[in-house]
């Protein structure tokens, strides 16, 4: 599904954004333009780790089968209405669509990986907080290219799929599983013609949004060096591809596109994963990509008044 370079550029991303921690620990940083994550390693011995995975894998087979057999002879809803989906929680959204990349070093979420990898490549994602609390709404992902890394590291790549609600929690042992339900938009009053033109004033909003933010960034200068460059055509590139996702996506997963662009704000993008309807969640960027652009509008104004201060700020 991606390409070599694809997968060669977000590792070096990754490399080029990772720090180091106390005692010479390696570790990434926890919030940034890509979102890369990683937890802080536990190492256990590697009998340990294989005797948990073998436990883990008989349990989850034992769930297929009683599921397979209790559907069989149901003729009520379908059995995949409501699911078990092992949770991983990060200080994150995903949205459907979205692109994430994951390192992954804590013990119980290796043991995951080495579950999902034999059986389900998917997995549910949940926002929570510094506070330790998670939501009730997330965002299945699934792996789509994964690579094992020493002291049985893994570095993923998954792809948002569908949203789902948690009902309750099955078990937290050694990571949590739920009981969840799918969640879909509900049809909404308006016509699609209503939505496509909001749709499109999005799209307006978002362009100006990025243009000026790129003016007070400085990035209409010429560049000095190759890294520059590389960041401005990626930039130039990401606008192009607002645009051809706008003309080439229904409004609904253009409405989840923009939320995934939201990043250092949430609590802003799940308030917009949980919405169900695509006209509420397209009228609530509408407003915040507006008051974002009357922000930036005045910051750029201010500029052009005392450019002096403000490169000395810099």
Excluded at 29 to 52: A, E
Excluded at 114 to 136: A, C, E, N, P, W
Excluded at 167 to 174: D, E, F, G, L, Y
Aim: with cysteine; net charge positive.
């Amino acid at each position: 599904m991606f390409s070599s370079t694809f997968y060669r550029k977000v590792r070096r991303v990754w490399e080029k954004k990772r720090g180091r921690g106390e005692g010479g620990r390696k570790m990434s940083t926890i919030y940034s333009p890509s979102p890369l994550f990683q937890t802080l390693i536990h190492r256990s011995s590697t009998t340990n780790l294989n005797r948990l995975i073998s436990i883990n894998l008989k349990q989850q087979r034992r769930r297929t089968f009683q599921k397979i057999r209790s559907s069989s002879g149901s003729t009520s809803a379908p059995s995949d209405d409501v699911v078990e989906l092992p949770l991983f929680p990060l200080p994150l959204v995903l949205f459907p669509g979205a692109i994430l990349p994951l390192q992954i070093f804590e013990f119980r979420y290796r043991i995951l990986m080495h579950t999902l990898l034999q059986t389900d490549l998917r997995f549910g994602v949940i926002f929570s907080d510094s506070g330790g609390s998670v939501t009730g709404v997330g965002c299945v992902g699934e792996i789509v290219k994964h690579e094992k890394l020493v002291d049985d590291r893994f570095f993923l790549i998954c792809k948002g799929q569908e949203r789902f609600r948690v009902n309750k929690i099955v078990r937290s042992m050694p990571y949590l599983v739920a009981e969840v339900n799918w969640l879909e938009d509900k049809p909404s009053s308006l016509s699609s013609d209503n939505a496509e033109e909001l749709a499109a004033e999005v799209e307006a909003h978002m362009r100006n949004v990025i243009r000026i933010s790129n003016r007070l960034n400085g990035k209409e200068a010429s560049v000095k060096d190759e890294e520059e460059k590389e960041e401005k055509d990626e930039e130039k590139e990401y606008v192009n591809e607002t645009m051809d996702l706008r003309r080439n996506m229904f409004p609904t997963p253009f409405s989840f596109f923009v939320g995934s662009t939201f990043e250092g704000a949430p609590k802003e993008q799940q308030a917009l994963l949980e919405l169900e309807d695509t006209i509420d969640r397209l009228k609530r960027e509408k407003d915040t990509l507006k008051n974002t652009l009357n922000y930036l509008t005045a910051a750029s104004a201010v500029k052009d008044v005392f450019p002096s201060s403000s490169s000395s700020s810099s």
